[in-house]
């Protein structure tokens, strides 16, 4: 441990293999003779199948296989796709309506898969589905986020999936009889599409009589135990793999149908069966994020001190209920739901609502940006109606240090923050002192300039539990087995060097294993920001384990008591003793000797607790007011992340979210029209933000090292996105509020811009 603060900026290894093309993603490790798979999707919002007639299709060159919904019940394959549900106000169980892998007699939106082909080549896949006569009668599109409306299940006839609440209703309504001033305000927060790098994609195939199913995803053994469940298997019969993986952000979390039809299609066949998605086809049907409204109060007394908040959200979860979809508005949102404000009397009140669109799911935050994207934009909010400065409001309100650690209204217990420390710190690092000038320059050149502040906080998720194994092979290179999946992050260089610095075995002798059901029992994935605090504590306790084994064999090659043998995270030693060898050459002594019981050493962990990231994002935007377009001038990032392992990777992690979190401020939205088409389909109608978007973002950190971990970290993956929303709409706003715009929802594009400052103007 002693190691471990040292904080050292190393550089992805694994990237030489990504930036030269020897990535090996689900499409370049498909086995070799592999069938092609299609999927045949809805091309309406709603409707009731009438005719569905695939028997042109199977007679099509090349086709092997058209798998409808009849031929999966026909399989005995009749369990839904999985949801967790949430309970409801009243006790009861929120709607779990039945999902089917394919559609079964509706269609309920643009996109729902109806029939997978398997044939020879894809463009036989492809031609044989414009043979399926597919006949529907048409329903009205259920689109907006009130009760009533044609019902999209008939477990919810008015469309509301639940009713949720959280808090003391009462308590916080006595808060705001007690007030002396009440602020309200209602939020948007915009659907997006997730866009990663690689779509979605999978290969089934009989290993040996087992199923193998390999995928881009976040874990295998959540869809391992789907797949059994669904295909009605053992587990012990089904192997999942992740190769490479190129962006997840959530959104490749889940299983998707996709991956149960392609399978059951390789056991039908007893060949392997491919699938990759095309961009549009993702755009369809990968989960989509957030898609809520919400109305906001805070209540303040005569001091400007919060004594109470209440939130009431309708939010959007799609056709059907996703994995998660029904929890991130509710308990995921309630994580954070005061942020790092010191108010007890809260109460949270969430509708879900299914409409004839994508389902809505996890994407990086998972209920985090979108709660503090709401408290951040009701403080700023608060500030101008108050008259006081939004950044002396929030230092009013924060949790104080001698309050750690601190139970939250919503039942989180923040073990440690110093939030006023890391505040001081944005406000030198953003030079604040200087933003008159900057904005009095923008004016000189006719444009406008704003400065937008949020101070988040966020919640690890996910299981606290990891395994970790380490392998000592015959040619003195090492294997770490991971429990959890990257995505892009960095992990193979994090997990080598943070085992390298436990126990001095050079990191470029460690190889990371990882995605693979086969070779570890069993493993959380990633998500939720866990996966570095959680894996290192698994190694902790995987190299104590292999210390702890390692003792007595070398006791006895030195010939002292055990309790005289020491390790220095990179040498055994005992007094009296001049053997001192490393663990590499203790491994090399122990396969001499026959020892193979010390060449393997695994160990679970948990975490007592979860840590909780916080910091301050400010940014500087320049709006032309001939024009409405929005430049992101200036941002600055001072985070707590508590001891990092590798601070150059951190920062990383930062810039990524930030720009998706910008990005869904300025550019990205999801159109539907009134049927139900999706009319942002293509990166012709959907915006992302480009590298000319960004700015340089200043990151530094203020460490406060978390008390929930013995490593003191605090998890880093989510946090860009959930600081830079706030602080992005909070800019803009700022730079158009002497021109009369009192409300600005994302996202902020030009023609919305220039309509709000036309609109303010003329109502000034």
């Known amino acids: 441990m002693e190691k471990f603060g040292k904080s050292q900026s190393v550089s992805r290894v694994e990237d030489v293999r990504f930036l030269t093309g020897h990535g090996r993603y689900v499409d370049d490790v498909t086995p070799k003779g592999a069938l092609f798979a299609f999927v045949f999707r809805s091309p309406v919002a709603h409707a009731v199948i009438t005719t569905l007639d695939v028997e042109d299709a ?53 996109g729902e898969p109806v029939a997978l082909i398997v044939a020879e080549t894809l463009d036989q896949a492809r031609d044989a589905a414009e043979l399926i006569e597919l006949d529907y009668d048409d329903l009205p599109a259920k689109l907006d986020l009130f009760t009533g409306g044609e019902a999209v299940h008939a477990e919810a006839t008015d469309n509301r999936a639940f009713d949720w609440a959280l808090g003391d209703e009462a308590a ?56 059994a469940r669904v295909l009605n298997l053992d587990p012990s019969q089904v192997r999942v793999t992740n190769p490479d993986v190129g962006g997840g952000f959530g959104m490749k979390a889940p299983p998707y149908p996709e991956y149960f039809t392609v399978a059951h299609a390789a056991m039908v066949l007893g060949r392997p069966v491919r699938w990759m998605s095309e961009r549009t086809e993702a755009m369809l049907s990968d989960h989509h994020g957030r898609d809520l409204v919400s109305e906001a109060a805070l209540a303040f007394d005569a001091d400007h001190k919060i004594i109470g908040y209440r939130v009431d959200t309708r939010c959007n979860l799609g056709a059907y209920n996703s994995q998660f979809g029904q929890i991130i508005q509710t308990n995921l949102f309630a994580r954070v739901l005061m942020g790092t404000y010191d108010v007890q009397a809260t109460y949270l009140h969430v509708e879900g609502f299914y409409t004839n669109t994508t389902q809505v799911d996890a ?26 400065d939004p950044w002396a409001l929030r230092r009013r309100n924060f949790i104080a240090v001698d309050q750690f650690p601190y139970s939250a209204a919503t039942g989180e217990t923040y073990d440690v923050g110093d939030f006023s420390r890391v505040l001081d710190h944005a406000e030198q690092a953003a030079d604040r002192a200087g933003f008159a000038a900057r904005k009095a320059e923008s004016a000189a050149r006719g444009k406008l300039r704003g400065m937008g502040l949020s101070y988040y906080i ?53 190889s990371v294993v990882q995605g693979d059901s086969d070779l570890i029992a069993q493993g959380g994935g990633t998500g939720g920001s ?14 104590a384990r292999m210390i702890a084994a390692f003792t007595p064999y070398l006791a006895e090659k030195m010939g002292v008591a055990e309790d005289q043998v020491s390790f220095d995270d990179e040498t055994f030693r005992a007094p009296g003793s001049n053997l001192t060898p490393t663990l590499l050459e203790a491994a090399a002594m122990a396969r001499a000797d026959g020892r193979t019981d010390l060449l393997v050493h695994e160990a679970r962990a948990t975490l007592p607790a979860r840590s909780f990231p916080n910091g301050a994002h400010v940014c500087e935007v320049e709006v ?81 090292p978390s008390t929930a971990n013995p490593m003191g970290m605090k998890g880093c993956g989510e946090a860009g996105t959930v600081g830079a929303m706030a602080a992005g709409a909070n800019a803009v706003l700022d730079a158009l509020w002497d021109r009369g715009v009192r409300r600005a929802d994302m996202p902020l594009t030009p023609l919305k811009v220039w309509e709000l400052l036309n609109d303010g103007a003329a109502a000034a």
């Not at 290179?477 to 260089?493: K, L």
């Not at 866990?530 to 190299?543: D, E, K, P």
């Open 58 to 110: 199977r007679a099509s060159d090349g086709v092997h296989l058209v798998l409808t919904d009849a031929d999966l019940v026909q399989a005995g394959i009749t369990a839904g796709m999985a949801g967790v549900v949430v309970k409801n106000r009243d006790g009861s169980d929120a709607a779990a309506p039945h999902r089917p892998v394919l559609a079964q007699g509706k269609l309920r939106h643009v």
């Open 172 to 227: 916080c309504q006595a808060a705001f009889d007690a007030a002396a001033h009440v602020v309200r305000l209602e939020v948007d927060d915009n659907r997006i599409i997730v866009n990663a790098m690689e779509p979605r994609g999978c290969f089934a195939e009989v290993e040996d009589g087992r199923l193998h199913l390999s995928f881009g995803g976040q874990g295998v053994w959540t869809p391992k135990a789907q797949l």
């Open 363 to 388: 994407y990086r935050g998972a209920g985090r940006p979108e709660a503090i994207y709401l408290l951040e934009r009701m403080m700023d909010t608060a500030a101008r109606q108050l008259g006081v």
């Open 458 to 510: 966020e919640s690890i998720l996910g299981d606290p539990s990891e395994g970790a194994k380490v392998e000592f092979n015959a040619d003195g290179t090492v294997v770490i087995y991971v429990g959890t999946q990257s995505n892009g992050q960095g992990h193979e260089t994090v997990y080598a060097k943070f085992l390298s610095d436990q126990t001095g075995i050079p990191a470029a002798m460690i």
């Open 530 to 543: 866990r996966s570095v605090t959680t894996q290192s504590h698994a190694t902790l306790a995987t190299v």
């Open 624 to 704: 032309d007011p001939e024009t409405g377009l929005t430049e992101v001038a200036r941002y600055t990032v001072v985070d707590d992340f508590g001891n990092l392992i590798n601070p150059l990777l951190a920062e990383g992690q930062v810039h990524g979210g930030v720009a998706q979190g910008l990005g869904q401020v300025l550019y990205e939205h999801v159109g539907y029209d009134e049927d139900g088409q999706l009319l942002t389909a293509s990166f012709m109608d959907y915006a992302m933000p480009r590298a000319a978007d960004m700015p340089m973002i200043k990151f530094e950190t203020e460490v406060v």
